[in-house]
């Protein structure tokens, strides 16, 4: 078996080589065979994995990958640049399970499966969510100072150099409330589906980050320990997390844990990490607006359709 980065690189160099063959194709049939790619890649780690990590963007799951990587860290020994990805912890040390991360995004452009979540049957899933406004507030940064042009194509996101304001982008069908709304709505139709499950509200885990990372190791089936929680805890803190990124700890993570513009508080892959900071960047009446949006939209049970 491949040493996982040089498995990755493989797969990426794979999947170029694919596209290339494709180069005389239309750039909306070249882009549908890329997230093609990227979905049945998925699919193949989907087939491995111990458990599925499954997030909208910007809802917290980096920071959820290293609060659950610092307790792997100190309980087999590993330096604090491995940050858990798929399986390459398990490569290094067997008692750690092979964990997915996803935002779901290209699975149902391999197996068709669009209107359910039929591919996670059988699967440990933690489903992670977070305030639906507070993650379009988020997506905006990441569009607007981290996200490649390549991936705003494939994802129907404004293109380069739009001249779009949070107020818009957070209503956008293709990137905003819409599009979260119905992301979330469907995973909360085909909860009860699958035969092992566990919510996640990001303001919970902020609240109270070592008893709900408890309840996610409890989960997996390795237990952690209140010294390792606590020691997660103080690892993970928004301050030390942007400090690594300065430093480019996570390095063999790649690009996405290192910031192009360190003068730019918000080009940081961690920013603010605020509960309810949405509300910051927006006036009274459009406030009013996501709030109505969301009670009239929005699954309950996720517990953000109360006004606060």
């Known amino acids: 078996m491949l040493y996982p980065p040089l498995r990755i690189a493989s797969k990426r160099a794979g999947r170029a080589?694919?596209?290339?063959?494709?180069?005389?194709?239309?750039?909306?049939?070249?882009?549908?065979?890329?997230?093609?790619?990227?979905?049945?890649?998925?699919?193949?780690?989907?087939?491995?994995?111990?458990?599925?990590?499954?997030?909208?963007?910007?809802?917290?799951?980096t920071w959820l990958r290293v609060l659950i990587s610092r307790v792997y860290q100190v309980r087999h020994g590993l330096a604090e640049r491995h940050l858990i990805g798929f399986d390459n912890l398990h490569w290094r040390v067997p008692a750690i399970p092979k964990l997915m991360f996803t935002h779901d995004n290209y699975l149902k452009d391999y197996t068709g499966h669009a209107e359910d979540k039929r591919d996670y049957h059988g699967h440990k899933v933690v489903l992670l969510v977070r305030h639906p406004a507070d993650t379009a507030v988020s997506q905006f940064f990441q569009w607007k100072f981290r996200m490649r042009d390549r991936k705003k194509a494939m994802n129907r996101y404004p293109g380069q150099g739009a001249a779009v304001e949070v107020g818009d982008f957070i209503m956008d069908p293709d990137a905003g409330l819409p599009k979260i709304v119905a992301f979330m709505n469907l995973w909360a139709q085909e909860f009860p589906r699958l035969q092992g499950s566990l919510l996640l509200r990001y303001e919970d885990l902020r609240s109270d980050t070592a008893g709900q990372l408890g309840r996610v190791f409890e989960f997996l089936g390795t237990p952690a320990s209140d010294e390792e929680l606590q020691e997660a805890v103080r690892f993970a803190s928004v301050e030390n997390m942007r400090q690594m990124e300065t430093k480019g700890t996570f390095w063999l993570a790649g690009s996405r844990m290192r910031t192009r513009d360190k003068s730019n508080p918000d080009a940081y892959k961690v920013r603010r990490a605020k509960v309810g900071g949405w509300r910051d960047y927006l006036d009274e009446a459009k406030a009013a607006e996501v709030e109505a949006y969301l009670r009239e939209r929005l699954n309950p049970m996720f517990g953000y359709t109360e006004s606060r």
């Open 17 to 61: 080589l694919r596209l290339l063959t494709a180069v005389t194709r239309t750039p909306e049939a070249r882009l549908a065979l890329e997230r093609r790619l990227r979905g049945e890649e998925e699919f193949r780690k989907l087939s491995q994995a111990d458990a599925v990590f499954v997030s909208y963007g910007k809802a917290g799951r």
